[in-house]
């Protein structure tokens, strides 16, 4: 299967660097800020990546109280 769009540094990523990276495709290709969205969504189809989530740089443990604050 050929893929139509250019890999940011020339070949395709594995899946853990495509994990990591936030943009996986050349942005030079691009006219406009939502056709890049919808590629690079695409393209994590295709690698069989998950979509980042709005809150996936958030801790999902609970905060512990710091020594200095008392528990009421």
Known sequence: MD???RWKNGYRPSR?????NSHLLDD?????EQDRKLAEESA??????????LDEDQS???HA???N???Q
């Not at 853990?16 to 990591?20: H, L, R, V």
């Not at 994590?44 to 989530?53: F, N, Q, S, V």
């Open 60 to 62: 999902i443990l609970p």
């Open 3 to 5: 893929w139509k769009y």
């Open 44 to 53: 994590r189809k295709y690698l069989g990546i998950p979509a980042p989530t």
């Open 16 to 20: 853990d660097e495509a994990a990591k």
């Open 65 to 67: 109280t710091s020594p």
């Open 28 to 32: 030079s290709q691009f006219d406009n």
């Open 69 to 71: 604050e008392k528990a």
